[in-house]
């Protein structure tokens, strides 16, 4: 980078060429004070709060936007510049309301700073004042015009952050005021996403959120992680009087610095639900009744033991989960291992992300997303395929709208309209589960068109030749046939996606929910092997992982075939490793999957359970067969911050803290491990779950004395190569992405790096389209798909925000305008969705976004329970249920 020298204030200081005096300023020490200026925003100099004097400039300057040349010399504070910043302020206050002890923003204002920084006494209001209506029409943000001074903070936020362009300047002259396209209230707006980011770029009180769970300024603000999706956003909790009262940007945060969604800032008002469970509660006679810690932890030590010594250690299982920290995921495997003596363990990975684990592991060597979540903006390539990150990961959705306004390039594969497929140059709408065709079909192109990577094929890979053997037959005829994608837009996505000098591909669940998962991530990493788009920055493979810490629960060893760090319980020197560091002989047998236990309980096989944070009766597939497997037990122990519909069959139900309650660590989707911290105090009764399990543990004659979730990690990284490096320590500030091997490791930001893959060489696999174990036929004729929407999450906590579920109240399933027309349904009627195993009703949402003969429902709302519909079956490799797919029938509800 080039250097110039330059002068502020008499002071010789060097500048990064094109930089601007306020960068320069701020650079070297000189404050200058801003107000329409925020560092990750394009500069406007509109306020002239930054005003400053540079010789031979004609009159007074933007510091914002003026740029440094050599040999300049700025002064920054003369009277003549204080007394112009103090008149542009006094503007401003003429035209705000002075009720500044009722604002929310009172003490925070940075209005009211500037004013009482340049000293500006009282201003009384003068002529008309201006009289627009407060738009508080939505259940997170009320918009105050009267307070607004006109920055334009929010609208460039809006645009060049999170990318919606939703508030833009409407009206002019004395009228000019800021509101979303044609004046309408935010929540009438059509691409309003709530995310609040306005809210945290406004400086005044003109945009705030509503408040939750209390009012009033905050007594202290703790950074944690976010307890939803895997994309790890950082952000304050703010506390005051010992409640979560709100939540607010941190900018020092590496992922998302100010960006979150709308469930990130307003839905962790769940945390004060009077609904949390703040006791041990044990069944008797059928009906739970309140206990202690002491009473509850002794009849499970007791019971656990007397199922274990009548019918084996194998009698028992646990789920653990992905949404705790990875320090109880850590401590959950060991009391499996170390102390009921079983490897039956597992978690919602299973149903969820293990044919990543899976796939990416076979053909890569490591199961995990290869590239950093803010390489994205800068991609010039994405291939989008099963994944809808504007609802399921927003912030990475963001990400790739940045990246749209840098100029990248994006094609998008899903059966549905999604946001990004109406953004893409190429959307290819192919049927549920015909991915593997695609792909093939994509492929053949590029090796017939000579836009392989010979390279990369020759040095970094194995095994070419019987995946081109298996491809040839996957001519763009025969695709469009199996994917219904024309073959122009075929062609012309397999042209892009090789041509690019790097493309990086982001895939989620319309992948890995199929009886093929394993084989389609497989798949996806031919494409990217074939083109040497992998092992490089901008440019991978990016699985999308669900839960905030589902990457963590399968790192820490919560799966039935591995101890922390992915080694093997097959594994005779990783068993014995961990056998010498607890003390105890291991089973060398491979565990339970989830599905299995379910299997196992009904043959009698399976007697006793013990499910932490998973509510598996409402997220498993066909959940008659769930339930069913849970009956059969003998005995169940449910852990969670709520009751759910299998804590409901539970023995005895142990109220757990939830995240604002405790320490330890989440690992987002890009290998981050990141720190969860301690906000407020357990509610009620509630403990931290790595509290039970160690009480419980110390309960059953095997004792584990930690007195913090770190030295949990510490015990951890010392049994885990890939994860030596990690503590508490040094994942303070901005976390580490794993492989961290040793305490010097900086952590990793890409995989794979030049083509080494973590196996040697990267495995080809020969792969053949397999369709949907069930398809429509005549009495089931709809194909019925099952996903996410934004302002829901899974099936438990989301339900328990207030703010959430007054947007979003209930249940929507699209359906195709000429399917509703034939079956008579209009938008908002009631149907009934039946398959072979069971039915729920919804409100109808008639949509061209989804294909005829296709249904789509999310599978969040309690009074609409979709898993009573979907089928069992799952994955070849990992059992990961068919989510994706099965057959239906619909209806409209007949009104009694
Ligand atoms: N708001 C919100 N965010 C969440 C969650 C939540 O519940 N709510 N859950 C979190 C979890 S646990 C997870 S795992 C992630 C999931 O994140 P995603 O996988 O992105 O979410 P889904 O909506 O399940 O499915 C993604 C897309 O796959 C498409 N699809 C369906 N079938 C196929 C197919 O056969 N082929 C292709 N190419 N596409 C298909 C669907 O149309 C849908 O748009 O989200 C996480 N984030
Ligand atoms: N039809 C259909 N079904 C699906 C899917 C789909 O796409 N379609 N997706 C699947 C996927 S990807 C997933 S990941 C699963 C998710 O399925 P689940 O994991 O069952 O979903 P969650 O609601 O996140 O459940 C987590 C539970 O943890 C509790 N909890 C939250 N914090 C804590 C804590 O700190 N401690 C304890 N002890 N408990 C806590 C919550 O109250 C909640 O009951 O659903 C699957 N089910
Ligand atoms: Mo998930």
């Known amino acids: 980078m080039e250097l110039i020298s330059l002068t502020i204030d008499g002071q010789t200081v060097q500048a990064c060429k094109g930089s601007t005096v306020l960068e320069a300023s701020r650079e070297a020490g000189v404050t200058i004070p801003t107000l329409c200026h925020l560092a990750d925003l394009t500069p406007e100099g509109s306020c002239r709060v930054c005003v400053v004097e540079v010789e031979g400039a004609r009159g007074l300057v933007t510091a914002c936007t003026y740029p440094v040349s050599e040999g300049m010399i700025v002064r920054t504070n003369t009277p003549a510049i204080r007394e112009a910043r103090k008149s542009v302020v006094e503007l401003m206050l003429a035209n705000h309301p002075q009720e500044c002890l009722s604002c929310q923003r009172n003490i925070d204002c940075e209005l009211q700073a500037l004013a009482s920084t340049f000293g500006v006494r009282e201003i009384k209001a003068e002529g008309e004042q201006r009289q627009f209506a407060i738009d508080d029409s939505n259940p997170f943000i009320i918009r105050d015009s009267n307070k607004c001074i006109l920055c334009g903070r929010c609208v460039r936020v809006c645009k060049e952050v999170q990318c919606c362009n939703t508030l833009e300047w409407t009206e002019r002259g004395f009228n000019t005021k800021v509101a979303p396209a044609f004046d309408t209230d935010m929540v009438d707006s059509s691409n309003c996403v709530f995310c609040g980011t306005c809210v945290s770029a406004c400086p005044v009180g003109a945009l705030t959120e509503k408040p939750m769970n209390g009012v009033g ?150 199961g995990a997303m290869t590239n950093s979540i803010n390489e994205a903006p800068q991609c010039k390539v994405i291939f989008l395929i099963g994944g809808n990150p504007t609802e399921a990961h927003p912030v990475i959705g963001a990400k790739i709208r940045q990246a749209l306004r840098n100029g990248a390039t994006l094609i998008v594969a899903d059966p549905r309209r999604i946001e990004l497929a109406g953004k893409a ?78 493309a990086s591909i982001f895939y989620t669940l ?102 932490m944070g998973e509510d598996p009766i409402r997220s498993d597939g066909d959940a008659h067969h769930v339930r069913k497997g849970f009956e059969h037990l003998e005995f169940l122990v449910v852990q969670n911050i709520f009751m759910t519909e299998t804590g409901k069959l539970a023995d005895v139900i142990l109220p757990a803290a939830s995240f604002a309650e405790k320490d330890g660590s989440f690992t987002n989707c890009e290998r981050r491990v990141q720190r969860v911290r301690q906000a407020i105090e357990p509610i009620g009764n509630s403990r931290p779950d ?77 792969i053949d389209h397999q369709p949907p174990a069930e398809l429509p036929d005549a009495e089931y004729p709809f194909m019925l798909t099952t996903g996410r929407i934004l302002y829901h999450y899974c099936l438990t906590t989301a339900g328990y925000s207030k703010h ?93």
């Open 425 to 502: 140059h190429v959307w290819m709408q192919l049927r549920p589960g015909t991915d593997i065709a695609l792909i093939n079909g994509m492929m053949r192109i590029i090796l017939k068109a000579g836009w392989h990577d010979q390279n990369f094929i020759n040095s970094c890979t194995t095994d070419f030749d019987k995946m081109a053997d298996v491809i040839e037959k996957y001519t763009p005829e025969y695709v469009e046939d199996i994917t219904g994608v024309p073959k122009h837009l075929l062609m012309e996505a397999a042209r892009i996606y090789a041509t690019a000098e790097r």
């Open 510 to 611: 319309g992948i890995t929910e199929h009886i093929c998962g394993t084989d389609n991530v497989m798949s996806l990493a031919n494409l990217a092997m074939l083109t040497g788009n992998v092992g490089k920055l901008y440019s991978g493979v990016n699985p999308m992982r669900g839960q905030n810490n589902v990457q963590g629960s399968c790192d820490m060893g919560a799966l039935p075939n591995v101890y922390s760090g992915y080694q093997a319980v097959t594994n005779a020197a990783a068993r014995e490793k961990f056998e010498k560091a607890w003390g105890v002989k291991l089973s060398d047998k491979v565990g339970l999957m989830m599905p299995d236990m379910f299997d196992a309980s009904i043959a009698g096989k399976l007697k006793a359970m013990y499910v």
């Open 690 to 766: 790595w509290q039970i399990i160690r009480d419980l543990s110390n309960k059953m004659g095997y004792p584990m004395s930690y007195s913090h979730p770190s030295e949990i990690m510490d015990e951890m990284a010392s049994l885990s190569p890939m994860f030596a490096g990690l503590s508490f320590e040094r994942i303070d500030e901005k976390g580490l992405q794993w492989p961290v091997p040793d305490k010097e490791h900086p952590g990793s930001q890409y995989l794979h790096v030049d083509g080494k893959f973590a196996c040697g060489l990267g495995v080809f696999k020969a």
């Open 804 to 896: 959430l579920t007054e947007y979003r109240p209930e249940e929507r399933a699209m359906i195709h305008p000429d399917d509703a027309k034939r079956l008579n349904i209009a938008d908002q009627d009631y149907i009934t969705v039946t398959s072979r195993r069971g039915t729920v009703q919804a409100r109808a949402w008639v949509t061209t976004d989804v294909l005829p003969g296709g249904i789509w429902m999310s599978f969040h709302y309690h009074a609409c329970p979709t898993n009573e519909v979907t089928m069992g079956c799952g994955d070849k490799v990992t059992k990961t249920y068919e989510y994706k797919v099965c057959a239906v029938k619909v209806e409209k509800t007949v009104v009694q």
């Open 217 to 366: 300024k905050p007594d202290k603000k703790v950074k944690t992680t976010c307890p939803f999706c895997g994309v790890g956003c950082n952000y304050d909790l703010n506390i005051k009087d010992g409640k979560l009262i709100g939540v607010t940007s941190n900018l020092t945060s590496v992922v998302n610095g100010r960006l979150t969604c709308v469930k990130g800032r307003f839905g962790t008002d769940y945390v004060h639900s009077p609904e949390r469970l703040t006791t041990p509660l044990i069944k008797k006679n059928g009906k739970f009744v309140e206990a202690s810690w002491e009473e509850a932890l002794d009849l499970i030590a007791t019971k656990f033991k007397e199922i274990k010594d009548t019918y084996g250690s194998d009698a028992l299982a646990a789920v653990s989960s992905a949404r705790c920290v990875n320090e109880e995921n850590y401590i959950m495997q060991k009391f499996m291992r170390a102390v009921i003596g079983t490897n039956n363990v597992d978690h919602c990975a299973r149903i969820c992300h293990a044919p990543t684990v899976a796939g990416l592991a076979a053909s890569f060597g490591s």
